[in-house]
């Protein structure tokens, strides 16, 4: 391999928003047949907005609001951060919170107003035997529309729900079938539902979804692609992605994403455009002609 047709490939890409972090990964991303996106903020514009709000009889809207905003004041996720302005965008005024903790992969449990406040997955209720029987239907349809819904607990009895939708890239679509094209499996991993991801991936053309993956077992599935003999691209944005990036044999970080991702990442798509992934692995291709 000539070191100068590296260079100019590496030259060449950064000119496209691809930066490779060494000569090396413009090899490897060559042999490539796999690509698994994160869907948040990869697939996804990754700004959900709330846009559902269903609460349970015997409480009023506005003090469900304050109690569930109060909770999710305290998380850094972009989920928390949707709830929370959309409760404030429709003048509602927080509790204060007397504790909080987070629960990756599932929601979050705190107190407020001294009650005992849950919000999060049907598995983070079903762990604290939460009754949420009669909800799941209307849940189901809002995931079936692509949408996350939540729901939420106060002392242990079902209050409500609350949904927020993310809108996906208008590039995502083409990106994808261009992947395809070029005969290369995409699959999607997100740790949000089945039916939702299910949902995002029919809107983009990924039929290859895995879903509710917890935050340490995106690397897992990196992994067990490579045992299977792929040769794995792992594209993500998030804190959560970082181990699977480094785990990928070519790990590919979206440059609007956290810096946690970009350092464990091989290369930065600069652009956050997907179509990034098929030219950095067309023009790993033309480099790799030139030398041999
Ligand atoms: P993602 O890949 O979508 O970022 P996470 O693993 O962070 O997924 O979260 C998985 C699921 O856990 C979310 O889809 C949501 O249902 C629930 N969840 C996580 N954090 C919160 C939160 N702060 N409030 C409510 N639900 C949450
Ligand atoms: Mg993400």
Same mark, same amino acid.
């Given at each position: 391999a000539t070191p100068t047709s590296i260079m100019a490939g590496s030259g060449r890409a950064a000119e496209f928003g691809i930066l490779f972090k060494g000569g090396e990964h413009l090899e490897t991303t060559h042999h490539i047949d796999t690509v698994i996106v994160d869907k948040t903020g990869t697939v996804t514009n990754g700004k959900p907005e709330?846009?559902?709000?269903?609460?349970?009889?015997?409480?009023?809207?506005e003090e469900f609001l304050?109690?569930?905003?109060? &909770?999710? %004041?305290?998380?850094?996720?972009?989920?928390? +951060?949707? #709830?929370?302005?959309?409760?404030?965008?429709?003048?509602?005024?927080?509790?204060?919170?007397?504790?909080?903790?987070?629960?990756?992969?599932?929601?979050?449990?705190t107190v407020v107003d001294n009650k005992e406040i849950l919000v999060?997955?049907?598995?983070?209720m079903n762990s604290y035997n939460v009754d949420i029987l009669n909800i799941l239907p209307v849940m189901e349809e809002l995931e079936a529309n692509g949408k996350t819904a939540m729901l939420a607990s106060i002392e242990g009895q079902y209050?409500?729900?609350?949904?927020?939708?993310?809108?996906?890239?208008e590039t995502s679509?083409? &990106?994808? %079938?261009?992947?395809?094209?070029?005969?290369? +499996?995409? #699959?999607?991993m997100t740790g949000d539902n089945q039916r939702t991801a299910t949902a995002i991936g029919r809107e983009v053309g990924i039929d290859h979804v895995i879903?509710?993956?917890?935050?340490e077992g995106k690397a897992e599935e990196v992994k067990k692609l490579q045992a299977a003999g792929k040769k794995v691209a792992m594209v993500g944005d998030g804190i959560n992605d970082a181990p699977a990036l480094a785990v990928a044999d070519i790990g590919m970080a979206?440059?609007?994403?956290?810096?946690?991702?970009?350092?464990?990442?091989?290369?930065?798509?600069?652009?956050?455009?997907?179509n990034s992934i098929a030219d950095a692995i067309i023009m790993s291709h033309k480099t790799m002609r030139n030398i041999k």
């Open positions: 709330l846009t559902d709000i269903v609460v349970a009889s015997g409480i009023g809207e304050s109690l569930i905003g109060a &909770a999710e %004041k305290q998380s850094e996720h972009p989920l928390a +951060e949707a #709830i929370v302005k959309g409760i404030q965008d429709r003048g509602i005024l927080l509790k204060g919170v007397q504790s909080f903790e987070a629960i990756p992969g599932y929601g979050v449990k999060g997955t049907r598995k983070l209050a409500g729900l609350v949904a927020v939708a993310d809108t996906v890239k679509k083409k &990106a994808i %079938k261009r992947l395809h094209d070029m005969n290369i +499996e995409v #699959i999607m879903a509710e993956v917890l935050p979206i440059g609007t994403g956290t810096d946690v991702a970009m350092e464990a990442a091989d290369i930065t798509l600069i652009r956050g455009d997907l």
